[in-house]
T-cell receptor
Framework: SAVISQKPSRDICQRGTSLTIQCQVDSQVTMMFWYRQQPGQSLTLIATANQGSEATYESGFVIDKFPISRPNLTFSTLTVSNMSPEDSSIYLC?????????????FGPGTRLTVL | DAKTTQPTSMDCAEGRAANLPCNHS???????VYWYRQIHSQGPQYIIH???NNETNEMASLIITEDRKSSTLILPHATLRDTAVYYCIVQGTYKYIFGTGTRLKVLA
């Protein structure tokens, strides 16, 4: 298993500003993922972040809006840039652990972002 | 990745079995069925997964039909703390694609 922490746990931000969310894992992992969960909705994958390579973004998400860093095997950041109220969501990171050929994802507690 | 279809919501009496269905008619042979749940907007929590055989662990049982086009998650004795959104995910690549999930409400 993996223990994942995120900072901040919540924040209230002004329109036009940027927020960087940190994700820390207690073990080394190759694959990390960032999700967005808008109010009352399911989780939507933003991007996959592998250490040593550029993040891979899903359709509808771009690097200029959601730049991601992955400096080592235990840490990643997601920045929400030039925020608008539509960016108000919970942002979650997760890691993929493979055991016996089976993938399992472990999720962080999430960062609740409100944009005014 | 295959798409999943789940009922939007379900109620279950406390102490009774909760049976949550999931349709995944486009599943391919190497794709696993995973179940997660999310309580009060916390991070999703793993419950169980399977490929073609039925599976059971301390939390739940997973019944997969022979043609693998649908599955049912069974919580044998639901408690109030099982109230959550339950997601059925079909995973072939490393990515999880979440559907809308089923909001299960366990009633006292």
């Amino acid at each position: 298993s993996a223990v994942i922490s995120q900072k901040p746990s919540r924040d209230i931000c002004q329109r036009g500003t940027s927020l960087t969310i940190q994700c820390q894992v207690d073990s080394q992992v190759t694959m990390m993922f960032w999700y967005r969960q808008q109010p009352g909705q399911s989780l939507t994958l933003i991007a996959t972040a592998n250490q040593g390579s550029e993040a891979t973004y899903e359709s509808g998400f771009v690097i200029d809006k959601f730049p991601i860093s992955r400096p080592n095997l235990t840490f990643s950041t997601l920045t929400v840039s030039n925020m608008s109220p539509e960016d108000s969501s919970i942002y979650l990171c997760s890691v993929d652990l493979t055991s016996g050929g089976i993938n399992e994802q472990f999720f962080g507690p999430g960062t609740r972002l409100t944009v005014l | 990745d295959a798409k999943t279809t789940q009922p939007t919501s379900m109620d279950c009496a406390e102490g009774r079995a909760a049976n949550l269905p999931c349709n995944h008619s486009t599943i391919s042979g190497n794709e696993y069925v995973y179940w997660y749940r999310q309580i009060h907007s916390q991070g999703p929590q793993y419950i169980i997964h399977g490929l073609k055989n039925n599976e059971t662990n301390e939390m739940a049982s997973l019944i997969i039909t022979e043609d693998r086009k649908s599955s049912t998650l069974i919580l044998p004795h639901a408690t109030l703390r099982d109230t959550a959104v339950y997601y059925c995910i079909v995973q072939g690549t490393y990515k999880y694609i979440f559907g809308t999930g089923t909001r299960l409400k366990v009633l006292a």
